[in-house]
């Protein structure tokens, strides 16, 4: 079994955090770990947000190698779960790849 670290992506909104997004982590070798990403579309969804949902979401990008963007409102919270992520598996910057990030 891979290992994975997860976190989920908050937004403050009307006096309230929110989640929207989950950020996922997996150690597919012993030198290198690949980060995903999966975001909830209030507006567009008729569901509130499923966890289970959005892990499945970002496994699910992770494996096909999807190329979409990385939302530029994840970009602050990718650099930090990146440096938690270098921590917990205790690898090299460099050897972490972020999906869908140019």
Not at 41 to 70: T, W
Not at 75 to 89: E, P
Request: aromatic share 10%; with cysteine.
């Amino acid at each position: 079994m891979q290992m994975q670290l997860f976190e989920y992506v908050k937004q403050y909104k009307n006096h309230r955090n929110s989640r929207i997004g989950v950020l996922l982590a997996t150690k597919i070798a012993e030198d290198q770990v690949m980060i995903s990403w999966s975001k909830y579309h209030a507006h567009k969804e008729k569901f509130p947000f499923d966890p289970e949902r959005g892990k499945m979401i970002a496994e699910n990008r992770l494996v096909a190698g999807c190329h979409a963007q990385v939302p530029h409102s994840f970009r602050k919270q990718i650099d930090k779960f990146t440096d938690r992520v270098r921590r917990y598996f205790k690898v090299d910057p460099n050897s972490i790849t972020i999906v869908g990030k140019n």
